[in-house]
């Protein structure tokens, strides 16, 4: 890839990245008083972190069989209100024994 190719899109991507930022500080100067947008706000962070690690979660063994099997394992733990590392130990295990089996 060219050099100026790729500074141009380093330049977009930084412009667009603080128009994002600045929006909010331009146009919210008092406090934020609706409950939907604070709720809204609030789960912002857990959303796009979801969206990052649930796909990949797909590609972390080399079965994507075991992977779907670990997930509904951790799901299933998840709703039943387990702990984050009952969950994992038991999603793991879950893709353990069905690469052992399989």
């Known amino acids: 890839m060219p050099e100026i190719k790729?500074?141009?899109m380093v330049l977009i991507m930084a412009l667009v990245t603080y128009i994002i930022r600045m929006i909010p500080l331009t146009f919210l100067r008092k406090k934020i008083t609706s409950k939907y947008v604070l709720s809204?706000?609030?789960?912002?962070?857990?959303?796009v972190l979801t969206a990052m690690t649930f796909p990949a979660i797909f590609y972390s063994t080399n079965n994507f069989y075991s992977a779907?099997?670990?997930t509904v394992v951790a799901i299933?733990?998840?709703l039943t209100?387990?702990?984050?590392?009952v969950v994992a130990i038991l999603?793991?295990?879950?893709v353990f024994a069905f690469g052992f089996v399989f």
Do not use: H
């Open 6 to 8: 790729m500074i141009i």
């Open 40 to 47: 809204l706000l609030y789960y912002i962070p857990y959303t």
């Open 68 to 70: 779907l099997i670990g």
């Open 76 to 78: 299933i733990a998840s």
């Open 81 to 85: 209100k387990r702990s984050l590392i």
């Open 91 to 94: 999603s793991c295990l879950a």
